[in-house]
């Protein structure tokens, strides 16, 4: 058996990396500061002091495509090295024991100047070397070497020459542009030559600046004036950054990008990854030295260090919320009226910070918005509905007898409440249901219940043909004529019923073989209020049809204040009980 070998289309293999690798062209500029950057640091590897530098100028003859020129001070290439690094994919001069420093790893990062150009040209001297050599490499994968006569001071110069329909990418603006946008934050100065030098990076990145610093930085880089600016840091991914508190609520589905940098060059303003789902109520920007971002340097690789450091990052977020808790800081009420959703779901992961805060969530209840601190003064015991349904069931009546019912209908909002009683042992948690709900209302005297007897008796008949029960008891609010109740299970099968009448027959069939065999054992119950003036009158009509249309009437009125949606039976109802009142007016 025989061993063969691979063969490789050199100029298939850079087509592919350098159109299909990276997500838009002017990446090149990227890589090229990139490699700079790099031979610099390995140049300060050798000499401490070296004061390294970077410039950049665009120029162009006469009828010519113009041509960027990118110059570094920094380490340069001997002869042998351009043969090993310079033409050969995937290998790079990066690799050592000091690779940790260098921003490039893959040795691919040059192939992207052929997006753009049909020729790429390197003009070099080694720190070791007197030699000064050039290397001019075609997309087709050859490359030519000389050795050139005049003398050079140790580093390299590249020109790269705009191929037709690439000409708007070396404009000096749009380089200039460019260049700012990945080389803001890199350690060593960029120039960029014209007229005049100009300095293009900062001298300062918002990771080292202090938080007030940081939000004045946020304000000129968004125009956003953010709550709030979180310093991060993750030893293990050696990562320092700042977190902004968004001044508006987000969608809680909604994916917070993220502006990251390795090693002080930008890798995207997209990442998706580096925090908890949980922070979305934060945007940051970040650096990172540890994370090894992929090839095309557009985002990380999806790793277990990576999980690491996103928790350690999250848990400087809650160091922060932890610290306004303790302080009672009035930031941090402000930072729950507009991200309590986000807020509710971090609550949910944490004990400890859900002990810290949950005081300061806000609820729907009976009595209106409250935060749970508000509901926990109130009383020891803490009720609630485990839907929105059922808490408008019961809510208006609740709230005439001063009772706080919460609503625990909403998005997380049931275990937040349900996990009271386990952070808090002293507090008795009550699910509540619309039909446990009437067992509390006054029963009636005998002499009051003999009065109320036939008109129960005939409203029971009356309600029988909707599956619901008739009965009459004292509660408040007085103005309050009849409540509806009903079970989950009824509930379930009142919504799937209205489905199946709205949806078309394939739908419709899945829902009936769904419900065929489901029945709910607890009939529904429509509650007379005998403090109501109108049942008091009710009560003592002697005309059957009379009190028939009545009792059908309040049983729709009913469903509808508990927003329960009408079957087809109870919209005639509807229909027909306005005529037929209409009808007995005109004939009186």
């Known amino acids: 058996m025989s061993d063969y070998h691979f063969k490789v289309n050199l100029k ?49 003859a006469e009828g010519s495509s ?130 005049k030098a100009i300095r293009l990076n900062a001298d300062q990145a918002p990771w080292d600046m202090n938080p007030i610093d940081a939000l004045v930085y946020g304000k000129e880089k968004w125009n956003v004036d953010f709550i709030d600016a979180i310093p991060l840091h993750s030893p293990l991914g050696d990562a320092k950054g700042i977190a902004y508190i968004l001044p508006h609520s987000v969608n809680i589905n909604a994916k917070r990008k993220h502006r990251v940098y390795v090693k002080q060059m930008l890798l995207s303003e997209k990442v998706e990854k580096i925090l908890p789902d949980w922070s979305f109520f934060v945007t940051c920007v970040l650096n990172v030295n540890h994370l090894k971002p992929t090839v095309s340097r557009e985002e990380f690789y999806d790793d277990a260090l990576l999980e690491l450091v996103k928790k350690e990052l999250g ?37 400890e910070l859900y002990a810290l805060f949950i005081d300061w969530l806000p609820f729907e209840t009976s009595l209106g918005t409250l935060t749970m601190g508000e509901i926990r003064r109130r009383s020891s015991a ?19 007898q001063s009772r706080c019912v919460i609503n625990g209908g909403y998005m997380y909002d049931l275990d937040l ?6 952070v808090f042992p002293g507090t008795l948690v009550e699910r509540i249901d619309s039909a446990s709900f009437t067992q509390g209302f006054a029963d009636l005297s005998l002499e009051e219940r003999e009065l109320a007897y036939s008109f129960v008796r005939l409203a029971n ?44 027959p394939l739908f419709a069939s899945i829902i009936e073989q769904v419900t065929t065999n489901r029945v709910s054992h607890e009939p529904a119950q429509l ?62």
Request: net charge negative.
């Open 66 to 195: 113009p041509t960027l020129y990118l110059e570094d001070n920094g380490i340069g290439l001997t002869e042998e090295e351009v043969h090993q690094f310079l033409a050969q994919i995937g290998q790079t001069s990066k690799r050592s024991e000091q690779e940790a420093d260098f921003i490039g790893r893959f040795g691919v990062g040059l192939l992207s100047c052929f997006i753009v150009s049909e020729e790429i040209v390197v003009i070099t001297r080694s720190i070791k070397s007197e030699e000064t050599i050039e290397w001019r490499g075609r997309p087709d994968g050859s490359y030519r070497i000389r050795k050139l006569a005049q003398p050079m001071s140790p580093g390299t110069r590249i020109y790269i020459q705009s191929k037709e329909g690439f000409e708007r990418y070396f404009e000096p603006e749009q380089v200039k542009e460019f260049a700012r946008y990945y080389g803001e934050f890199l350690p060593y100065p960029i120039f960029f030559y014209g007229e």
């Open 461 to 504: 008949a009356v309600l029988q043909p909707f599956g619901c029960t008739a009965e009459i008891k004292k509660f408040h609010p007085h103005d309050l004529p009849a409540l509806y109740t009903t079970s989950e299970e009824g509930l379930f099968l009142r919504m799937a019923e209205q489905t199946k009448e709205e949806a078309n």
């Open 527 to 588: 509650c007379f209020n005998f403090e109501n003036a109108i049942i008091q009158k009710v009560i003592r009509v002697e005309d059957a049809e009379l009190c028939r249309l009545i009792v059908e009437t309040l049983y729709v009125q009913a469903l509808l204040m508990g927003h329960y949606p009408l079957k087809p039976q109870e919209m005639m109802l509807l229909n027909s009980g306005l005529i037929r009142f209409i009808e007995r007016g005109l004939d009186a």
């Open 315 to 351: 848990d400087g977020i809650k160091r922060y919320l932890r610290q306004l808790a303790k302080r009672k800081s009035p930031l941090l009420g402000e930072i729950i009226r507009v991200h309590y959703s986000s807020l509710k779901l971090l609550a949910l992961e944490d004990d």
């Open 12 to 60: 298939g293999m850079i087509d592919l990396l350098s159109n299909h690798l990276y997500s838009t062209p002017h990446v090149f500029i990227r890589e090229l500061l990139q490699n700079a950057v790099d031979a610099i640091t390995a140049r300060k590897q050798c000499e401490p002091t070296h004061d390294g530098k970077v410039g950049l100028e665009v120029f162009a």
């Open 382 to 400: 803490i009720s609630y509905t485990p839907s929105v349904d059922e808490f408008r069931q019961i809510s208006k009546v609740a709230k005439a």
């Open 417 to 422: 409440i349900e996990k009271l009683g386990r």
